[in-house]
Each structure stands twice: as C-alpha cells, then as structure tokens.
C-alpha cells in the first residue's frame, strides 16, 4: 500500500529457547513482506528466561529428562555450545558467542531479502539473583552483533530502564564498528 513504509517485525525470546517455536518461525517467508527484522538477543536476561523455558518443559513434556540432560540436549538443537551450566545461567546470562550465532543464523534465514537488526539487552528488569546488565555485557553483545554482520541494532527494551553507562557502552561498540 505504501512502499516507502518501511515494516518489520520482532522476533520473540522464545525463539531463542524452544526448537519447536524456532521450528515455526520461518525467516525466508518473513524476508518477502518485511524491510527487517528485530530478532531478540537479549543475552543478559536470555540466561534465567532460557532456564525458566527448560524448567517449564521439563515439568510437562520432558518430564523424565534431568535437567543437565535436558540443557545439553536443547543446547545441541539451538548450536549454543559453550553455555554456563543450568544453575549458572540465570546469574550470568548467555554469551556474547549467542548473540553472534543468533544473528548469523538470522541472516542466513533471510538470504539478502531483508535486514537484521538484533535486539540488544539493556538492562531488561531480572530477579535479585539474577544476570544484571555491566556496560561489558552491552559492549560484548553489541561487538558480537555488528561482528556476525547486523545490519544495525536496536538497544532494547526501552529507554527509561536503561542506566546511562549501559547504554554509554553499547555507543561506544558502535562508534569503534564504524571506525574499524
């Protein structure tokens, strides 16, 4: 209807946790009637969300799986070897290594037909013993994005939960991208 409108959509966590939903999501088909896509890369708040999804499965369908099992097992559907073990990642969040293998993936998915803008965590609400956002988390993640070949970014989740120096950190990634 209106072609200089640019459209996009946001691809949700989950996609990052359940092989069944990521199963569903089919970017080839998205890359015909979107300009981009922000896909979700929350590394920081990505580690207790991850363990609350394999809880969650493990109390219904998997049922009968260990939970160390169960991590290995949905770690080698995703390609995220290298993760923190089950009891460490709600504290210390997914790697930076995620957010680069996500993106790759993305823009594998698209194939050219539209762009990647990963969705940088900063400072998404945790519990108290939970992964808390450092610059050097955002300045990682956002290496690690630009790194696999985004094609921009999107500081998520919004503004006003974000401290200055997160976000301070994550410019700062940006701006050595652009001079590199």
Known sequence: AAPEVQVGFHIWHNNSFSPFYRA???YPALAKVADFMKVVVYNNCGGPRYVTYLDSVGST???DVPRELLLSFNNALLNYEGEKGINELPAAGLSPGYVARETQRA???VRGQSKIYPGIDIDIPTGANEK????EDVYAATKAALGAGADGLI????YSE???ANLEAGG???RENITA
């Open 24 to 26: 569903e999501q089919d």
């Open 61 to 63: 369908l998997f049922r």
């Open 107 to 109: 823009l594998a998915g």
């Open 132 to 135: 808390q956002t450092a610059p």
């Open 155 to 158: 500081f998520s989740r919004k």
């Open 162 to 164: 974000m401290r200055l």
């Open 172 to 174: 700062r990634a940006v």
